[in-house]
């Protein structure tokens, strides 16, 4: 068993190393120094580390920069594609309305008498223009009371009476929904 040592002092403590300032002073020469080796290592880690950060940063900017650069060359793409969409929407609307105008002439068409020769149609978005001829005045009343009595038109118009020695009496009908 090896022997134990023990601290031995021969000299007396002072007055000083008593004193609350002796026993800081001891404190700061023993303990202090970990404190302040222990911080010296935290400010050369965070040092280092900058480095390393520094590098990560320029990496972020040139691909930000990069980015950015795609983003501005596509902006052109981007404008066309905004405007070409708004055209097929554009033509998808007119479409629809189109179809429906075109049902509603349709409609007008095969049902009128057979009497009424059409010359010309007219189709707008909720309106439809029809130009015909006749030579029975009885057929032009009954095509007037036919869509006048349909629900989906609000309002028949008969906006113009011509007589003719062709074609007997021409007419325009005007219906809107």
């Known amino acids: 068993m090896p022997a134990q040592t023990s601290k031995v002092n021969l000299l007396p403590p002072s007055d000083f190393e008593l004193s609350f300032w002796g026993r800081f002073l001891k404190w700061a020469v023993t303990t202090g120094r970990y404190?302040?080796?222990?911080?010296?290592?935290?400010?050369?880690?965070?040092?280092?580390?900058?480095?390393?950060?520094?590098?990560?940063?320029?990496?972020?900017?040139?691909?930000?920069?990069?980015?950015?650069?795609?983003?501005?060359?596509?902006?052109?793409?981007?404008?066309?594609?905004?405007?070409?969409q708004k055209k097929l929407n554009l033509a998808s609307q007119m479409l629809s309305d189109r179809q429906n105008a075109g049902e509603s002439l349709?409609?007008?068409?095969?049902?009128?008498?057979?009497?009424?020769?059409?010359?010309?149609?007219?189709?707008?978005k909720n309106h439809v223009s029809l130009n015909a001829a006749t030579l029975d005045e009885k057929a032009m009343g009954k095509l007037l009371l036919l869509v006048s009595q349909d629900p989906q038109w609000k309002s028949v118009d008969l906006t113009q009476i011509v007589g003719d020695q062709t074609f007997g009496i021409r007419f325009t009908l005007d219906a809107r929904k």
């Not at 349709?106 to 707008?124: A, H, K, Q, T």
């Open 35 to 84: 404190i302040i080796i222990l911080t010296e290592l935290v400010v050369i880690l965070a040092f280092l580390s900058r480095f390393k950060l520094d590098e990560d940063l320029k990496n972020l900017n040139d691909q930000i920069n990069t980015q950015v650069g795609f983003l501005d060359n596509q902006q052109g793409s981007e404008n066309d594609f905004l405007a070409l």
């Open 106 to 124: 349709d409609y007008i068409e095969n049902n009128m008498p057979p009497e009424i020769i059409p010359l010309s149609r007219g189709v707008g």
